[in-house]
């Protein structure tokens, strides 16, 4: 097995002890049984690279440089760009970096506990499953749901990607986009069920040119019976920071698309400040940092208002 260890006084490493200390996940049967909305099944998804993904921002591995900068790669910035260049950091920079792993650790923190059980301790589902590489149940989430609209793919991002990612982090909800689903389900959209118009693989929707936003999958039941939300509603959500009520025990909400710049949501870009300040303050390239200096990148995160959302179009 291989031996990983938990950052901070504890050290303590996962071997076949700790694993048999653990109470093991269980899977239900209804997502091993059902369809599920499954993601890219590419073979970049090796075990180190599944493990950089999903427990880099977990303070759990031995390497946590190694695995910031694999999550940092999924960015469109040029290899020799300032923001991939952890080592030469500025304040300007350094909140563009730990706004993204905030945003990175909001959408795949729900599988952790899964992950570590499968990656480490030898507790998978059934092989008869065929659950993916990347595919995780990541019980009791709730979920944002869109397609993503068939403009350019810098408007499609900045304007449905970016909102949806904020609005998800706002309502602790993981953003998921989905095109080219089949189904004859009235309750689900057709901009939903319609391919994606820049994409030319099999799945044609945004995972042919873009890692998976998330590990989370839901299933076909999942989003055949989504709650649905309308212009109305996110302009509720957007102006007061909250879901009205009725939308409180929702599994998964369907958004309307956006086709025009929006206000960002309120409260978002403060509760991302909230996930790295509680949960990513000794990840590199801030480990040795003071209180002082890591509490002044947090707050240029919020800033004067200017949310520099463009930066987050590949979170």
């Not at 999924?74 to 991939?84: A, G, I, R, V, Y």
């Not at 009791?140 to 991002?157: A, E, H, M, Q």
């Not at 996930?275 to 947090?298: C, G, K, R, V, Y």
Request: aromatic share 8%; charged share 20%; with cysteine.
């Amino acid at each position: 097995m291989q031996d990983i260890f938990l950052q901070g006084p504890s050290a303590t490493q996962i071997t076949p002890e700790f694993c048999s200390g653990r109470v093991p996940f269980q899977w239900s049967d209804a997502w091993l049984t059902e369809e599920r909305i499954g993601n890219n099944a590419a073979e970049i998804f090796t075990k180190e690279r599944v493990i950089h993904l999903l427990l880099g921002t977990s303070h759990i591995i031995s390497n946590p440089s190694k695995a910031v900068r694999t999550i940092f790669s999924q960015t469109l910035s040029h290899p020799k760009s300032d923001f991939l260049n952890v080592a030469n950091g500025n304040i300007q920079d350094d909140a563009y970096r730990l706004m993204f792993l905030a945003i990175h650790h909001h959408q795949h923190k729900p599988a952790q506990q899964e992950a570590i059980d499968r990656l480490f301790c030898n507790n998978s589902p059934n092989s008869s499953s065929s659950v993916g590489d990347f595919d995780y149940e990541c019980p009791g989430t709730k979920y944002l749901v869109v397609s993503v609209p068939p403009f350019g793919i810098g408007f499609s991002l900045l304007y449905t990607a970016v909102e949806v990612i904020l609005l998800a982090i706002r309502t602790n909800r993981v953003a998921l986009f989905i095109n080219s689903f089949n189904t004859s389900s009235p309750n689900v959209p057709d901009s939903i069920k319609k391919n994606w118009n820049l994409a030319s693989c099999d799945r044609r929707d945004l995972q042919c040119l873009f890692m998976p936003v998330s590990p989370c999958a839901i299933t076909r039941t999942d989003l055949e019976n989504a709650t649905h939300a309308n212009h109305g509603d996110i302009r509720h959500l957007r102006s007061t920071g909250a879901l009205s009520e009725n939308f409180e025990n929702a599994k998964v909400i369907i958004l309307p698309q956006n086709s025009m710049p929006q206000p960002k949501p309120r409260g978002a870009l403060e509760r991302v400040r909230e996930i790295a300040s509680e949960e990513l303050a000794n990840l590199p390239p801030w480990t040795d940092m003071s209180i002082e200096q890591f509490d002044t990148i947090l707050e240029a995160i919020v800033g004067d208002g200017s949310t520099n959302v463009w930066m987050l179009e590949d979170a």
